[in-house]
Nanobody
Framework: QVQLVESGGGLVQPGGSLRLSCAAS????????MTWYRQAPGKEREWVAT???????NYADSVKGRFTISRDNAKNTVYLQMNSPKPEDTAVYYC?????????WGKGTLVTVSS
């Protein structure tokens, strides 16, 4: 059974740092593309970053240079390192795994960027 569990969210000050985790079970994260999305209050869910099974990474322009997606195969976990967050980064962050033609989502973790 495929399961994704996000953690690490919370309150962070602008300019600080935070690391989100996405622990996977039921499959091996190194074999599939893994993606982070976010959804701010009153807005649609938007793509943040992707890491492919070949370790290529891509980022939304809004987070490029500040966020880093990575993967720990031994822990079967994907991370999103958030550096220099801004208030507009406040959102629920979701992890998604694409296995063949099926997308699996976690339940999300809330990040609030505020002083």
């Amino acid at each position: 059974q495929v399961q994704l569990v996000e953690s690490g969210g919370g309150l962070v000050q602008p300019g600080g740092s935070l690391r989100l985790s996405c622990a996977a079970s039921g499959f091996t994260v190194s074999s599939y593309a893994m993606t982070w999305y976010r959804q701010a209050p009153g807005k649609e869910r938007e793509w943040v970053a992707t890491i492919t099974k070949r370790n290529s990474t891509n980022y939304a322009d809004s987070v490029k240079g500040r966020f880093t997606i990575s993967r720990d195969n031994a822990k079967n976990t994907v991370y999103l390192q958030m550096n220099s967050p801004k208030p507009e980064d406040t959102a629920v962050y979701y992890c998604k795994a694409t296995l063949g033609f099926t997308d699996y989502w976690g339940k999300g973790t809330l990040v609030t960027v505020s002083s």
